[in-house]
């Protein structure tokens, strides 16, 4: 197996290490700057002929999702045998529904695109893993969850919580690791950037509560989250996710985390611990 590395080579890096895969890098650019017109570009430096070829790109920014679909092509152009797809961030997920008449189901339209160019595409944390019907291709969702609970393992925590029913399973998969308790708060989302926390009986008086989510974008969510957990006399509540996405201002709603921290499935300022070893161990499958 060949590891191509997408623009975010500082995830793909570790993850070749682990599979002891060669890693093959490309370029995005053909001339400095880029072409004049804006588009993306993109060269493979790498013989890759009767390979499996491991392509990892998230796809956060409509470059990216680009510069995805031109590496899958490159990969086929250089000869790989089998192109499989690692999206750890997969953008456009959380529009798996056509909420207006006359919107887009976007996230089929984006997995269509995709998937006509891997012979298996890789999700981490997708929003709604049966989006995964959409991919033209084999299509699996892999949990990041075992490098949350690594990251939350020496805080000693009493108890882990999810912001709305919908992240609950990440907080029960979590819990079960550090063998703690779980639970899920009530969020009802009032629009894109409002959400409303609705108290629930969590005893979390005194306590160290760790918040898990697999998304943190314009950080609403969140917020809203350890604020009513700090309300409600929870004494630390550390935050860990596996996309910081910390879309306008994000991180100045989520001061009132005691520790914020995000996998590095999206490079950021808060990237703090690796999902590098569940990415390899679903590749190696497939390998
Ligand atoms: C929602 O279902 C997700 O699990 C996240 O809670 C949500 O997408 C986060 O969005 P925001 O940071 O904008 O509140």
Redesign the pocket.
């Known amino acids: 197996m060949r590891i191509l590395a997408g623009s975010h080579a500082a995830l793909a890096a570790p993850v070749a290490k682990e599979l002891g895969a060669p890693l093959v890098t490309a370029s995005f650019e053909k001339v400095p700057g880029g072409f004049p017109d804006g588009e993306a570009y993109v060269r493979i430096q790498g013989d890759l002929r009767g390979e499996t070829v491991a392509v990892i790109q998230s796809t956060l920014g409509d470059r990216r999702l680009v510069e995805l679909l031109l590496l899958q092509d490159a990969a086929r152009e250089a000869g790989a045998a089998k192109v499989l797809t690692f999206i750890p961030y997969f953008a456009y997920g959380?529009q798996d529904k056509v909420f207006e008449p006359g919107e887009a189901l976007s996230v089929r339209g984006i997995a269509k695109a995709i998937g006509s160019g891997a012979d298996r595409v890789l999700t981490m944390g997708i929003?709604n893993p049966e989006s995964l019907r959409h991919f033209p291709c084999p299509a699996e969702d892999v949990s990041g969850m075992p490098a949350v609970a690594r990251h939350f393992g020496a805080m000693r925590l009493d108890l882990i919580v999810a912001?709305?029913d919908?992240?609950a399973h990440h907080a029960e998969a979590v819990a079960s690791t550090l063998k703690i308790p779980w639970d899920a708060m009530e969020k009802t989302r009032i629009d894109a950037y409002t959400?409303k926390v609705a108290p629930r009986q969590l005893s979390v008086m005194g306590k160290r509560v760790g918040v898990v989510?697999?998304?943190?974008?314009?950080?609403?969510?969140?917020a809203a989250a350890v604020n009513e957990l700090k309300a409600q006399g929870a004494r630390f509540v550390p935050v860990a996710c596996l996309h910081g996405v910390f879309?306008a201002n994000?991180l100045e709603k989520l001061k009132a985390c005691d520790d914020l921290a995000c996998s590095d499935t999206l490079p950021g300022p808060q990237t703090r611990f690796s999902v590098a070893p569940e990415i390899a161990a679903a590749l190696r499958k497939h390998a």
Do not use: C, K
């Not at 989510?213 to 969140?222: L, Y």
């Open positions: 959380r929003h912001p709305d919908g992240a959400v989510d697999e998304v943190i974008s314009t950080g609403g969510t969140i879309a994000a």
